[in-house]
């Protein structure tokens, strides 16, 4: 077993990574789960609309953490070898991609926003609930579009710091920008200290100005200690990219961003699948993964962990250091998230009660938080698995492992069992969710191999 565990240092030293990222990912999910309650007590046709446009507006943030990605694959390994000329030149690749994606994003919801949104209104003689959902929904998206542009920038500034070694400021900007939007989620939403009562409107309202707060935060902070991030320094001056490395990135990016845009729009087409049951099934899913969320920041902060840590040493040819901490960094997500499933599965009927909506709902929400919790430590591996294969530099293989296996297993599985069967929701969404245990298998073997061990950058080379 000492292979898989780590003395004391290691685990100070994957915390000291792994908890600030865990910290900010668990307060922004924490605070959209109050935001999602908050909604949630207006009632089911807000909580649904705003749930659908959340799911589309998932797609667009996956695409953008896409586009990031493939060029922090090098930022983390130029910043291991010490070259800050090469992070700044991987910096400004991200500011580019993010905006290409940005304008895309808009376009796209601008002019096909309402069909987007109709694919998921599917139920039996409730017309009535079905417009009022779409309204909704629309009102929602209107606003929610601005919040695209302070995101995407975010990003290419939050990533960079986590991938030299800074994860506090990314942690602290997210935790004024959530506390931000708690407030006035709850002003705006129910009319407090005299503002109107804007309900989903106000949502959107809230969202938009907190990531405004977090991306001044964000910037000021940076631009203020040139000292300690040297790659910020002239990073305007102009958009120059070494044609060299700007090749580099595109060939070893383009797989993970086409994989990112593809996973995320194969998660709205699962839960276009599970729609064709009723309202009631999104209603149900948006409060399960509501709670799943603030829960799965462990395995998530422990992925980012391996993208950070193992690049790093990987990019200084420490070989056989990366590997053995990517084998305990890999027991100690999986295991932890065992624990995590317990505590989960406790709060499955718990939950549920603080949603103004039926009961049938709230049943089938504490099922699928039943099942979410069971297979929480296969997502955690499967996660970890990712990361390992990402931060060597082989994303072609990732994109097989991750959003084919999506196109080829999941989705056609969901689509098969919900429009071709009479097999209840519940059934229908656990062996959607066991399917995984195959995609455990494939990457156990991966990482055996140790296909992912590769240095993807020498010094001075940009």
Known sequence: ???????????????????????????????????????????????????????????????????????????????????????????????????????????????????????????????????????????????IMIELVPFAIIQAYSGTLRETGETMLPMKAGIAAVLVNLVLNYILIFGKFGAPALGVEGAAIATTVSRFVELFIVISWTHKHKEEHPFIEGVYRSFRIPGNLAVKIIVTGFPLMLNEALWSFGQAVLMQCYSVRGLDVIAALNISSTISNVFNVVFIALGNAVGIIVGQLLGAGRLEEAKDTDRKLIFFSTAGC??????????????????????????????????????????????????????????????????????LVNIPLAYVLSRYTGLHIVPLFLACQLIDIVKCIIGFVLLKKGVWMNVIVKSGAA
């Open 338 to 407: 065992m624990l995590i499933g317990i505590i989960m599965s406790l709060c499955s009927s718990l939950f549920p009660l603080l949603y103004n909506t039926t009961e049938e709902i709230r049943q089938l929400a504490a099922q699928f938080i039943i099942i979410c919790s069971v297979c929480m430590p296969m997502y955690a591996f499967v996660n970890v698995s990712y990361f390992t294969l990402r931060c060597g530099g082989k994303t072609l293989i990732t994109f097989f492992f991750d959003s084919v296996y999506a196109w």
């Open 1 to 143: 077993m000492k292979k898989y565990i780590g003395d004391r240092k290691f685990y100070r030293m994957v915390l000291a990574v792994a908890v600030p990222i865990m910290i900010q990912n668990g307060i922004t999910n924490f605070v959209s789960l109050l935001d999602n309650i908050m909604v949630g007590q207006i009632g089911t046709e807000q909580m649904s609309g705003v749930a659908i446009v959340n799911q589309l507006i998932f797609v667009f943030n996956i695409c953008i953490f896409g586009g990031v990605s493939g060029a922090g694959i090098f930022t983390a390994q130029y910043h291991g070898c010490k070259d800050h000329k090469g992070v700044r030149s991987t910096f400004r690749f991200k500011l580019l991609i993010c905006l290409a994606v940005t304008v895309i994003g808009i376009l796209i919801f601008a002019f096909y926003g309402e069909q987007l949104i109709s694919f998921y209104l599917h139920d039996t003689g409730k017309a009535d609930t079905l417009a009022a959902t779409l309204g909704y929904a629309r009102r929602y998206l209107r606003i």
